[in-house]
């Protein structure tokens, strides 16, 4: 069994419906099981600052999926609500980043995990450092609590705490 984390984020339209049906179809992936989600940060964007702010969140799944085929099922969640890329970093009803996929490195055309960039951003470890405290980097070993602090919290708000996986995909915004 491969532990995922996936990063969800979304700041266009009802932002938390949208992680919630996000996370509903991840769970009702017959190869794909949710564990853990963090709480939803309200958090400020970063790279193309001239939008909205984002509602942000980890998850944990356990799958039997290789990471292409987790990242394909990601891909195809973003399709499925309606995400268009058009500004990098731009608006967008769901993104969905693979930051870790067990404690591996891969490096391809279409993929690279740990995420590149996850280290430097606070929208990604908090939530992350959240439901998981004990992870280090799988390139640095580095804790990633050691990073988040490095990071700081700046633009990262708790926004609501999420008391389980049946309990947010069974409920309603």
């Known amino acids: 069994m491969n532990e995922v984390y996936i990063s969800l984020g979304s700041n266009m339209g009802d ?14 992936h017959e190869a794909v099981e949710v564990i ?3 709480s939803i940060y ?4 970063v790279g193309f600052t001239d939008q909205d702010v984002f509602l942000n969140m980890v998850v944990l799944v356990n799958t039997t999926l290789t990471a292409q085929e987790i990242l394909e099922v990601c891909q195809e969640i973003e399709q ?37 960039r996850m280290h430097e951003r606070a929208f990604v470890l908090v939530p992350l450092v959240e439901i998981a405290p004990e992870l280090k980097h799988p390139l640095t070993n580095e ?3 050691t990073m988040l602090a490095q990071v700081g919290k700046e633009g990262v708000i708790q926004w609501k705490t999420i008391a389980g996986v049946s309990e947010f995909v069974h409920s309603e915004s």
């Open 143 to 145: 804790a990633l609590l």
């Open 36 to 38: 853990k989600l963090s």
């Open 42 to 45: 309200e958090t400020d964007p």
């Open 15 to 28: 932002k938390e419906e949208t992680l919630r049906h996000a996370v509903q179809l991840l769970q009702r």
């Open 80 to 116: 499925e609500l309606k995400r268009i890329r058009i500004i990098r970093w731009g608006p967008r009803t769901m993104d969905l980043d693979i930051l870790l996929y067990n404690h591996d490195n891969i490096e391809t055309e279409t993929l690279i995990v740990p995420h590149a």
